[in-house]
C-alpha cells in the first residue's frame, strides 16, 4: 500500500557528550577481509583484495581506540563470516573492554548447513557479541530465500532476541527493491508494514522484528553501468557535517584506516593512517589535518562543495541529494582541493605526516585503490 515516505536524509549522527566541528571519531568497524562468496554488481568493495588484517594487530588497535574513548565496534566486509576467527577473537577482547556492539554486516548465504552456522554463531555470542547481525537482503545479493529463513531461525535461537536481525536493501528508492524481502517475510510467516513512527518499513512475526535499512543504489563504482537512479536529481544536500556514517575509523583488510563507511571510504585519497604503523592517536591528528577531511568535519560537505563551484562554476553536473555520492565524486573526478591534483587551498596541507619515528612520509594520493 502507499506510504508516506520522509524525503531521502541521513540519519541522526551518533550521540556524543560535545558535538564540536572537528574529526573527534567515536566508532569502530573492521573490515578483517574482503573475500566474499558472492559478486555483487553493485558492491563498491574491492573484493578482490586477498589481505586478511592480523588479529594481534587489530587488538591492539581496538585497545588504543578503547584509550581514546571509542566504545562503539562494528563489523563489515567482504563476507565477516569467511573469517570467523578474527571477528570472534576481536569481539571477546572488545566484550572485556566494554564497547558497546553495533551491526556485524553478512549477506546470510555464507554457511555450510545449519550445524555449521549454529556453531559460527554460537562462538560468537559465547565471546560477548550482544549487537546486531546485518543482512543484506535485495536483488543483488543472495537470492537463496531458504538460505536466508534459515540464517534467520538459527540467528533467533542462538541469540534468543527477536531483535537480532536487521535487514539492509539497495534500491532506487525506500519504497523500491522490496520484493526479495517480500520473499523472506513469507518464508518466515511475517508480514511488512511501514513504521510512520520510525521511517523504516519493520518485517514482523511471532519470533521477529526486523528494521529495513535502505541504501540508496548510486551509480559508483561497480554500478557505475546500472543505469540506477539518477544522483543529479536537482536538489542539494542537507548539511550535516558527515555525522552519521562519519566520525569512525573504518580499518579495511590492508590495516588502511577511513574517516567514514560511505561510497568513496575505499578511495585511497582518504586514508588517514594505517594500523600497522600508525596509533589512533596520530590518526585522528592526521584526519584533522587533512585537507578533505578536515574541512568535512569542520566546516561541511557544503564548504567543499562551494569551494569547487567557485573554482570553476560547471565543475559538476547539478545538484544532488546524495550526500555520499557528492563526495565520491568529488574524489574520482579529482575535483576535491588538495588531494587527487585537485585545486584550491581547503585546509593547511603539505601532503605529508610523521610517522611514530618522527621521519616525514610522503602521502601519494591516487583517483584509484591500490592492488
Known amino acids: 500500500m502507499p506510504v508516506d515516505l520522509p524525503p531521502l536524509a541521513r540519519e541522526e549522527g551518533r550521540p556524543v557528550a560535545h558535538r564540536t566541528r572537528t574529526f573527534r571519531p567515536n566508532y569502530l568497524s573492521f573490515a578483517g577481509t574482503y573475500q566474499c562468496n558472492l559478486s555483487c554488481p553493485h558492491c563498491c568493495v574491492p573484493i578482490e583484495w586477498t589481505d586478511r588484517l592480523d588479529i594481534p594487530t587489530a587488538i591492539r588497535f581496538l585497545e588504543q581506540a578503547h584509550a581514546a574513548g571509542i566504545d562503539v565496534l562494528g563489523f563489515t566486509g567482504g563476507e565477516p ?3 570467523p576467527e578474527f571477528v570472534i577473537a576481536v569481539t571477546k577482547r572488545a566484550a572485556e573492554l566494554g564497547f558497546r556492539f553495533d551491526k556485524l554486516m553478512s549477506n546470510g548465504v555464507w554457511h555450510r548447513n ?28 543472495g537470492m537463496d530465500i531458504a538460505k536466508l529463513a534459515e540464517y534467520c531461525r538459527v540467528a533467533r535461537t542462538v541469540f534468543a532476541r527477536d531483535t537480532i536481525l536487521s535487514l539492509s536493501y539497495a534500491s532506487k528508492a525506500p519504497d523500491k527493491g522490496l520484493e526479495p524481502i517480500h520473499r523472506l517475510a513469507k518464508e518466515l510467516d511475517a508480514v511488512i508494514d511501514w513504521s510512520p513512527l520510525l521511517h523504516h518499513y519493520l518485517l514482523v512475526s511471532d519470533d521477529f522484528t526486523m528494521t529495513l535499512n535502505w541504501n540508496h543504489l548510486a551509480t559508483v563504482e561497480r554500478a557505475e553501468g546500472l543505469g540506477g537512479a539518477d544522483p543529479w536529481d536537482g536538489v542539494w544536500f542537507k548539511e550535516d557535517y558527515c555525522e552519521g556514517p562519519g566520525q569512525a575509523l573504518i580499518v579495511n583488510p590492508k590495516g588502511e584506516v577511513k574517516p567514514c563507511c560511505g561510497f568513496a ?34 566546516d561541511g560537505l557544503t564548504a567543499i562543495r562551494d569551494e569547487i563551484l567557485a573554482r570553476d562554476p560547471n565543475a559538476l553536473p547539478g545538484a544532488t541529494s546524495n550526500h555520499c555520492y557528492f563526495c565520491w565524486y568529488a574524489l574520482t573526478r579529482g575535483l576535491a582541493a588538495g588531494v587527487n591534483g585537485g585545486g584550491g587551498k581547503v585546509g593547511n596541507w603539505t601532503g605529508d605526516r610523521p610517522n611514530q619515528s618522527g621521519e616525514l612520509i610522503q602521502l601519494g594520493f591516487k583517483a584509484s585503490r591500490t592492488p
Open 81 to 83: 563470516f569467511l573469517y
Open 265 to 298: 571510504s575505499d578511495l585511497d585519497q582518504l586514508t588517514i593512517g594505517n594500523v600497522h604503523t600508525d596509533t589512533v592517536e596520530e590518526i585522528i591528528a592526521f584526519g584533522r589535518n587533512h585537507p578533505y577531511v578536515g574541512t568535512l568535519f569542520r
Open 114 to 141: 545449519a550445524a555449521h552456522l549454529t556453531d559460527v554463531l554460537t562462538h560468537l555470542r559465547d565471546a560477548g557479541f550482544s549487537g546486531k547481525l546485518g543482512l543484506s537482503v535485495d536483488k543483488f545479493h
